[in-house]
């Protein structure tokens, strides 16, 4: 079946929320979301900023300890205007090199939905005209998080969350652990595009028409975010520093190799060790984002 959802509220924190809506797996759910500073698709504030979140949904027979499979099926600006931070963050550049970063307003885009492409308008530079294809994805999206918590959306987790992973695109399949009854799935924080690492603070940062399929994998468990597209696998690690989501990342290809792939220890270890490739999520946010992929055309077949 599926759903078209309206929103009327938002959330700034993934948590047990009551849900908005209740599908069935194998359910589709078309709706929209906010940019991170709660503007929608006619550029009016109708939210307090901060990636407000669309939902929560939930998810009939999740559980915990399930696995909820979302295909990301549509992902696709509704408005023709978006913006960024126009100076990367202080924590990427050398101490020493602080003070040269420029003192800059949020850059304004020109979004041309018929050619896929977005047009630097402003602040003026020396750059001149800049164009360059979009590639929408979500920055900021999950389910719930253990112990009943409630999280700021500034952040991620095994949850999900604000992992600003620019591989979040239509056509993506991502797996979430579930924590609680019915998973509760936020979905927000849409950018037109987006360099690896976040490394102002923000993609190109605009409202989103999205669609998207639930399902659940009942009694398997995973311990992060995981995903796939037509080449590659991959696992999600969020923490800080960043050798702490390296490790997160890494651990979990290691486990999925071997109860999914039918591989060893050491058959995984081997295979990692020169096949592997990484991906940085953000490098801004209170937990960074590493995400470890590789090939698909390296692995055996899925048990």
Request: aromatic share 10%; proline share 8%.
């Amino acid at each position: 079946m599926e759903h078209h959802f309206t929103p009327t509220h938002y959330h700034n924190t993934l948590g047990p929320h009551e849900p908005v809506l209740r599908v069935q797996p194998g359910d589709t759910i078309c709706t929209t979301t906010v940019d991170a500073r709660g503007y929608d698709q006619h550029r009016q504030q109708i939210t307090p900023r901060g990636n407000p979140q669309t939902g929560p949904f939930f998810i009939e027979t999740a559980e915990p300890g399930d696995t909820l499979v979302l295909h990301l099926e549509h992902i696709f600006p509704n408005r023709e205007y978006g913006w960024c931070g126009s100076h990367v963050a202080e924590n990427i550049v050398d101490p020493a090199y602080v003070k040269y970063l420029p003192d800059a307003p949020l850059a304004e885009w020109k979004i041309d939905r018929d050619r896929w492409t977005a047009t630097l308008t402003g602040p003026e530079s020396k750059l001149g005209e800049l164009t360059i294809p979009i590639e929408p994805m979500l920055g900021c999206f999950g389910v719930a998080p253990s112990r009943r918590q409630a999280i700021s959306t500034a952040t991620s987790g095994e949850y999900g969350g604000n992992t600003d992973y620019r591989g979040f695109v239509a056509g993506t399949t991502v797996y979430f652990p579930v924590f609680e009854p019915g998973a509760l799935l936020f979905l927000g924080d849409g950018h037109a595009a987006q360099g690896c690492g976040e490394i102002v603070g923000s993609g190109i940062e605009i409202s989103m028409d999205v669609r998207v399929t639930a399902h659940v994998r009942k009694g398997i468990t995973i311990g992060w975010p995981r995903g796939e597209d037509s080449e590659w696998i991959f696992t999600v690690g969020c923490a800080r520093p960043l050798d702490q989501c390296v490790q997160h990342a890494t651990t979990e290809m290691l486990k999925w190799l071997q109860t999914d792939f039918g591989l060893d220890a050491l058959g995984a270890n081997l295979l990692m060790a020169q096949c592997v490739r990484y991906d940085l999520g953000n490098i801004y946010d209170p937990a960074y984002t590493m995400v470890c992929k590789l090939p698909k055309t390296v692995l055996p077949p899925r048990l």
